[in-house]
């Protein structure tokens, strides 16, 4: 079988235009940036927002049109920065109010829209509200912004319900408080924390929780962010009676508590939760420009998640019933259709999304080494081929892979600690970039890098991967390009599914564009319809991307349609 080369269109860097037009987010790409992962500027291990600044360029020359932070407001940083102190100031860890302008500004300048983090279910343990809580009695105004409640059992020594927390163990604490004296008179209480004990959940029927966020919202728009991505956005109305779940419903650990979601759970994906954001969409809309918010929901299915997108409530959401399914055309087709569908009904745009700081990377989910990293830039041509929004995460571009060998003495997800040692929690998809081939901490910092860095990494690393045109950053570089160019023509086009043999997903965009994956473990031949749409532009496979299928022994039988390797995925267009 020789190989055989189809013509590759090539693309010049001037055509490409930065930024996208009315209603970007509908078919953006962005990039998440874990801050304390991602470049440290001051040698303290620790990502920090003036390394994201100085590394900016490199994002922009991804071709994607914006980045999405990962807090990086003052906390204790028990869970990551997702226990927040105070809403309105920047971790000096991570740097300073004015750091954080000069990224907003810098990032503006090269073409990139700024979305940061809202974590509105839950407060740090070290926030001014928590603290006058413990020092406050039961039943006054400070606890009312939080959700305390009379313990069971004889002195109140039982946790008030059986809800476990995501993280492992109870979702309540009893309080001791910092100020015994000033409660010691009072009833043994318990708070809520549906993750670990240092992020108390708020209570949000309290009208003034309501309108402190509304007043986080302000702030941080008038710095000038393009939106928010909203945490725990399916979680923060708790039924009022709080009752018990029943026990095969409670949670387990896991981040993704979808299993659980419905309209009947007493704390997922709760009805009254869409009065909150019609009241913030209100917010956002009064601020110039087209600003977004972005829903993390785990919920069942994507009809409740399209609840989060009606035209008075969220603009995205992320859609992880993509990110859970396993390398399996079928899967994939499944999900891609009802998503499409579902948001089609309440004319919201699709989001796709591989790997996040919450999930074990893609690389390694479909099966780690070279089939893993094949799988996974098919993966990228898929996403992108998509109508809608797509989510990278940052090192995604590099191919890494999930380090899953981090001794102990490292780890520092709640999880580990909660479950004693049996989840080893998300440490492993948060090691920091590797940016240069050889160097302290392959460049990510001059000191000693908060998780260490497999030596393996200096060949996935930036400085390695950039000269080489075969490489994932390559790929990933060429993919937006192509995206941006063929976006006047594949905005509002219509998808369709296109014939093809088991294993195999094809579909193409209103005739501007055709993708095709295959998904089993042998070549396969490339539907015709798709080969109709035009030559190739864009392959996933690192050498030729069609092979000859093997010729009928007839002289005179037809040819047959070219194969597609194992693992691989094609892109279709017509660029001229
Ligand atoms: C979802 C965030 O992505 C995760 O990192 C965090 O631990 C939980 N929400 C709790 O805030």
Redesign the pocket.
């Known amino acids: 079988m020789d190989d055989v080369t189809y013509e590759t269109q090539e693309l010049s860097p001037s055509k490409i235009k930065v930024g996208g037009g009315r209603e970007w987010w509908r078919d953006a790409v962005m990039y998440q940036v874990y801050v304390r992962s991602f470049a440290d500027s001051d040698g303290d291990g620790v990502g920090d927002l003036p390394g994201v600044t100085s590394r900016l360029r490199y994002i922009a020359g991804l071709g994607v049109d914006g980045i999405w932070l990962?807090p990086f407001y003052k906390s204790p940083q028990e869970?990551?920065g997702?226990?927040v102190a105070d809403y309105f100031d920047v971790d000096p860890l991570f740097g300073t109010l004015r750091d954080f302008d000069v990224l907003v500004g810098d990032a503006h300048a090269l073409g990139m829209r700024v979305l940061v983090?809202l974590?509105p279910?839950?407060t740090s343990s070290r926030h001014e509200w928590f603290q006058a809580a413990l020092k406050s009695p039961p039943g006054s105004a400070e606890r009312d912004r939080y959700i305390f409640r009379p313990g069971r059992g004889p002195d109140g020594g039982e946790p008030p319900n059986n809800w476990k927390s995501?993280?492992g163990g109870p979702a309540w604490s009893k309080v001791t408080g910092p100020d015994p004296e000033s409660v010691s008179d009072a009833p043994v209480e318990w708070y809520l924390h549906?993750?670990?004990p240092g992020?108390p959940d708020l209570n949000w029927e309290c009208e003034e929780v309501r309108r402190y966020f509304d007043d986080v919202l302000r702030f941080w728009l008038e710095r000038d962010v393009d939106g928010f991505r909203i945490?725990?956005a399916h979680g923060m109305i708790k039924h009022e009676d709080l009752p018990d779940l029943d026990s095969d419903e409670e949670a387990t650990g896991d981040?993704d508590p979808s299993g659980m979601s419905g309209d009947d759970h007493p704390y997922w994906d709760r009805d009254q939760v869409h009065d909150i954001y019609r009241r913030w969409r209100k917010i956002l809309d009064s601020y110039p420009g087209e600003r977004v918010f972005l829903a993390?929901a785990w919920v069942k299915t994507p009809a409740r998640l399209a609840r989060y997108l009606r035209p008075d409530e969220l603009h995205m959401a992320f859609n992880f019933d993509f990110l859970k399914c396993d390398w399996s055309a079928d899967d994939f087709a499944r999900t891609i259709s009802s998503t499409l569908a579902n948001l089609a009904e309440v004319g919201a745009a699709p989001t796709w999304v591989l790997s996040?700081?919450?999930v074990v990377r893609h690389v390694t989910r479909y099966g780690d080494g070279p089939t893993g990293i094949a799988r996974a830039r098919a993966a990228l041509l898929l996403m992108l081929a998509l109508p809608g929004s797509a989510f990278i995460y940052q090192g995604e571009e590099l191919g890494l892979p999930e380090v899953t060998d981090l001794p102990d003495s490292v780890l520092q997800?709640?999880?580990f600690v909660r479950t004693e040692g049996r989840v080893r929690g998300?440490d492993g998809c948060r090691v920091p970039i590797p940016w240069e081939e050889s160097g302290p901490a392959l460049g990510f910092s001059t000191g000693a890098p908060w998780l260490p860095q497999p030596a393996s990494w200096a060949e996935l690393s930036v400085g390695h991967q950039s000269p080489d045109a075969t490489s994932t950053l390559a790929l990933y570089r060429r993919a937006c390009e192509l995206r941006r160019l063929l976006r006047p023509r594949c905005a509002g086009a219509d998808f369709k599914w296109l014939h093809a043999a088991p294993g195999l997903l094809a579909f193409e965009r209103g005739g501007s564009l055709s993708c095709v994956v295959n998904c089993s473990d042998v070549p396969a031949e490339v539907p015709s319809e798709a080969l109709r749409i035009g030559p190739v532009v864009l392959s996933s496979a690192t050498s030729n991307a069609l092979v000859d299928a093997p010729q009928r022994s007839k002289p005179d039988a037809p040819k047959a349609a070219p194969l597609l390797p194992a693992n691989s995925a094609l892109w279709f267009a017509q660029l001229a």
Request: glycine share 4%; aromatic share 12%.
């Open positions: 990962n869970d990551g997702y226990d983090d974590v279910n839950h995501v993280f549906l993750f670990a992020q945490d725990v981040p993390e996040n700081h919450d997800d709640p999880t998300r």
